[in-house]
């Protein structure tokens, strides 16, 4: 019987925390997981991300019992956590994510992708993950967020290396080279555009595709985006085989 583990009432960051590594002992044990959702009566963002992770990480993971509020979030996001395949949970129909509406509202740009560089994710890299890792630099002030794009990326065959807000990214690119920057936009001591205007501004990252990743999605915020020279805009919740499609497609 496969292992079962159910959801909790209210899956808000804590909880979502507490969930990660609950998720990453199980499928490091079993890649087969039953999540069930039947409890769940309050969905945040945090734990969206989690499962979304947790059903990308294999093909043998699946909610089951889900309850009116947890698909009534899904829905909502316009993202899904049912099919059969990881191609099917792009979107809520089932159909595979528009990656030009994804990036369309920026220049897409054609550079390399990136690799992650923190193994500590316990899930093996998919068969289909780029011939030679390519690095990741991730800029988030949430944790939790961190390590849903490690969780993702790794899976992918990345390397990535994390920082907790804009300057620590700024900091950390003056000892690493990455082939891909994603960044949030609101964090403390530098913003997401004051961090792509920096890169953009160094003749060592001036074409280095760098990726938005906000809970922001409005035309005047990806437009200021744009102009300070982001490659592409991505509204969290992510959807993981999206952002790792879009992540080839900038860095190939």
């Given at each position: 019987?496969e292992?079962?583990?159910?959801?909790?009432?209210?899956l808000?960051l804590?909880?979502?925390?507490?969930?990660?590594?609950?998720?990453?002992?199980?499928?490091?044990?079993?890649?087969?997981?039953?999540?069930?959702?039947?409890?769940?009566?309050?969905?945040?963002?945090?734990?969206?991300?989690?499962?979304?992770?947790?059903?990308?990480?294999?093909?043998?993971?699946?909610?089951?019992?889900?309850?009116?509020?947890?698909?009534?979030?899904f829905?909502?996001?316009?993202?899904?956590?049912?099919?059969?395949?990881?191609?099917?949970?792009?979107?809520?129909?089932?159909?595979?994510?528009?990656?030009?509406?994804?990036?369309?509202?920026?220049?897409?740009?054609?550079?390399?992708?990136?690799?992650?560089?923190?193994?500590?994710?316990?899930?093996?890299?998919?068969?289909?993950?780029?011939?030679?890792?390519?690095?990741?630099?991730?800029?988030?002030d949430?944790?939790?967020?961190?390590?849903?794009?490690?969780?993702?990326?790794?899976?992918?065959?990345?390397?990535?290396?994390?920082?907790v807000?804009?300057?620590?990214?700024?900091?950390?690119?003056t000892?690493?080279?990455?082939?891909?920057?994603?960044?949030?936009?609101?964090?403390?001591?530098?913003?997401?555009?004051?961090?792509?205007?920096?890169?953009?501004?160094?003749?060592?990252?001036?074409?280095?595709?760098?990726?938005?990743?906000?809970?922001?999605?409005?035309?005047?915020?990806?437009?200021?985006?744009?102009?300070?020279?982001?490659?592409?805009?991505?509204?969290?919740?992510?959807?993981?085989?999206?952002?790792?499609?879009?992540?080839?497609?900038?860095?190939?």
């Amino acid at each position: 019987m496969e292992p079962t583990v159910t959801l909790p009432a209210v899956l808000d960051l804590a909880a979502a925390d507490t969930l990660l590594v609950t998720l990453r002992q199980s499928l490091a044990a079993d890649p087969s997981c039953r999540l069930d959702a039947s409890k769940v009566e309050r969905l945040t963002l945090p734990g969206m991300q989690v499962i979304l992770a947790a059903l990308r990480s294999s093909e043998k993971v699946q909610v089951v019992n889900p309850s009116a509020s947890f698909c009534a979030t899904f829905d909502d996001a316009a993202l899904s956590w049912a099919g059969d395949n990881a191609a099917d949970r792009g979107q809520s129909d089932g159909s595979q994510p528009d990656l030009n509406e994804a990036t369309a509202q920026l220049q897409p740009a054609q550079e390399e992708a990136p690799a992650q560089s923190q193994p500590a994710q316990e899930c093996e890299a998919r068969t289909d993950a780029p011939p030679t890792a390519k690095r990741i630099l991730t800029i988030d002030d949430s944790k939790t967020m961190r390590d849903m794009l490690r969780f993702t990326l790794v899976d992918a065959g990345y390397e990535v290396i994390q920082a907790v807000d804009g300057q620590d990214g700024l900091d950390v690119l003056t000892r690493e080279r990455v082939d891909v920057v994603i960044t949030d936009i609101n964090m403390p001591k530098l913003d997401g555009y004051g961090v792509i205007r920096h890169l953009r501004a160094d003749a060592g990252y001036d074409d280095t595709p760098i990726l938005v990743l906000s809970t922001e999605g409005d035309q005047k915020t990806r437009e200021i985006g744009r102009d300070a020279g982001a490659t592409g805009w991505l509204v969290k919740p992510f959807d993981p085989d999206q952002l790792v499609e879009i992540v080839r497609q900038v860095s190939p």
